[in-house]
Nanobody
Framework: QVQLVESGGGSVQAGGSLRLSCVAS????????MGWYRQAPGKQRELVAR??????IYADSVKGRFTISRDNAKKAEYLQMNTLEPEDTAVYYC??????????????WGRGTQVTVSS
């Protein structure tokens, strides 16, 4: 019923930019995006950016380079990544809580989109 479609990943040289998109589709009453995560080979999944009622939070490693945004009307969340570095190479995932039925919420992960940054 619910799908999270991620797009925008790819290969880019250091200093380049990419814009990731995560769009929720299917049967749902509402969504609450929980941000973007990434996982590099041999490392644990880490939070990259998240929008909360208290403000926007970024991992220290991406502050000043990445910008997270949201479009609730389109059920989408985006991650603009600028001045990419090889250390940004990872699979990026979006995370969202979906109200699938009245009062019933389920957490979903996107399948992930690969970002590769070369020197």
């Amino acid at each position: 019923q619910v799908q999270l479609v991620e797009s925008g990943g790819g290969s880019v040289q250091a200093g380049g930019s990419l814009r990731l998109s995560c769009v929720a589709s299917g049967s749902m009453l509402s969504t609450n995006f929980m941000g973007w995560y990434r996982q590099a080979p041999g490392k644990q999944r880490e939070l990259v950016a998240r929008i909360t009622s208290g403000g926007t939070i970024y991992a220290d490693s991406v502050k000043g380079r990445f910008t997270i945004s949201r479009d609730n009307a389109k059920k989408a969340e985006y991650l603009q990544m600028n001045t990419l570095e090889p250390e940004d190479t990872a699979v990026y995932y979006c995370n969202v809580n979906v109200e699938v039925r009245s009062g019933i919420w389920t957490n979903y992960w996107g399948r992930g989109t690969q970002v590769t940054v070369s020197s």
